[in-house]
């Protein structure tokens, strides 16, 4: 809700992760800013989009902004109630959630639901959802920092008779921070075959030891990549670039002068 759109646009970033919404137990999606002086907002319900047309114009800009180099926009969320939902009244086109997930992808122009669960970890109800973002035109993508073998089941299910460039899990981005400091995406590709985008923390005042100057990113990307080659690489998070008052270009840089060309 703070960030410098202008900035997210023209800094090299490819892809963006907007954290995060969520699905309530009706099957409305909410917008959980997750910043001080932000209200979070229902975005989604009875199949129509009610965000608001300032919040769609900020989300659509991403990728349609002059010189934006931004060509798919995420939706990151939690697990919490898609067990119930897809139990009853399950995954199908005329539910509630499905047309608000339709609708949502039409008002923020979105490309793929991105799975952040860290505490759920039902494996069914976790596919059945995926095929169901799947058929209503999204990607499906994870960012785990633990459970490996969690994330192998989801993913051989969902890919399951699909290859690239039509797999359904298309995207990994692997937290090499906090709770997942210790990961290593190698690691992750061989178990997962598929390409990992690791993630670094930048410099954050909270906590700061999980802080990463771009110079230091530069560094952790260049010998990731040099072991196993990666998918690419990225940041959490873009409210710390405008709370630390950190530059996103030399962020973005980092990122182009590894992972392009
Ligand atoms: C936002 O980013 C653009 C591009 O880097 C920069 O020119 C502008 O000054 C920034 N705006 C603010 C309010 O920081
Ligand atoms: C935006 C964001 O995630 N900032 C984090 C900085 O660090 C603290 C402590 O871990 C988190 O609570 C904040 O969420």
Same mark, same amino acid.
């Given at each position: 809700?703070?960030?410098?759109?202008?900035?997210?646009?023209?800094?090299?970033?490819?892809?963006?992760?907007?954290?995060?919404?969520?699905?309530?137990?009706?099957?409305?999606?909410?917008?959980?800013?997750?910043?001080?002086?932000?209200?979070?907002?229902?975005?989604?319900?009875?199949?129509?989009?009610?965000?608001?047309?300032?919040?769609?114009?900020? $989300?659509?800009?991403?990728?349609?902004?002059?010189?934006?180099?931004?060509?798919?926009?995420?939706?990151? $969320?939690?697990?919490?109630?898609?067990?119930?939902? $897809?139990?009853?009244?399950?995954?199908?086109?005329?539910?509630?959630?499905?047309?608000?997930?339709?609708?949502?992808?039409?008002?923020?122009?979105?490309?793929?639901?991105?799975?952040?669960?860290?505490?759920?970890?039902?494996?069914?109800?976790?596919?059945?959802?995926?095929?169901?973002?799947?058929?209503?035109?999204?990607?499906?993508?994870?960012?785990?920092?633990?459970?490996?073998?969690?994330?192998?089941?989801?993913?051989?299910?969902?890919?399951?008779?699909?290859?690239?460039?039509?797999?359904?899990?298309?995207?990994?981005?692997?937290?090499?921070?906090?709770?997942?400091?210790?990961?290593?995406?190698?690691?992750?590709?061989?178990?997962?075959?598929?390409?990992?985008?690791?993630?670094?923390?930048?410099?954050?005042?909270?906590?700061?030891?999980?802080?990463?100057?771009?110079?230091?990113?530069?560094?952790?990307?260049?010998?990731?990549?040099?072991?196993?080659?990666?998918?690419?690489?990225?940041?959490?998070?873009?409210?710390?670039?405008?709370? $630390?008052?950190?530059?996103?270009?030399?962020?973005?840089?980092?990122?182009?002068?590894?992972?392009?060309?």
């Amino acid at each position: 809700m703070k960030s410098n759109t202008t900035a997210l646009q023209t800094s090299g970033f490819t892809t963006l992760v907007v954290f995060g919404v969520g699905i309530l137990d009706n099957g409305d999606i909410k917008y959980y800013s997750n910043t001080p002086g932000s209200v979070d907002v229902v975005v989604a319900s009875n199949g129509a989009y009610i965000g608001g047309d300032a919040l769609a114009e900020k $989300m659509s800009s991403f990728k349609t902004g002059s010189g934006t180099t931004v060509n798919r926009l995420e939706i990151s $969320m939690n697990s919490q109630h898609v067990k119930d939902l $897809m139990a009853s009244p399950g995954p199908g086109s005329s539910t509630p959630l499905y047309r608000n997930f339709v609708a949502l992808k039409t008002a923020w122009k979105l490309d793929a639901v991105n799975n952040d669960d860290e505490s759920i970890y039902d494996v069914a109800s976790t596919v059945t959802f995926g095929k169901m973002l799947g058929s209503a035109g999204y990607k499906y993508t994870i960012a785990p920092y633990t459970n490996i073998n969690h994330w192998i089941n989801v993913k051989t299910q969902l890919n399951q008779g699909l290859t690239a460039p039509n797999l359904l899990l298309d995207q990994v981005y692997l937290q090499c921070y906090d709770g997942g400091s210790g990961n290593d995406p190698a690691g992750w590709q061989s178990a997962l075959g598929l390409k990992v985008v690791p993630l670094v923390w930048v410099t954050n005042d909270s906590k700061p030891s999980y802080g990463t100057t771009a110079a230091q990113a530069k560094t952790k990307f260049v010998n990731w990549n040099s072991k196993d080659a990666l998918g690419g690489g990225g940041y959490w998070n873009d409210y710390d670039i405008e709370k $630390m008052g950190l530059s996103y270009q030399e962020y973005g840089k980092v990122l182009t002068s590894v992972f392009s060309g």
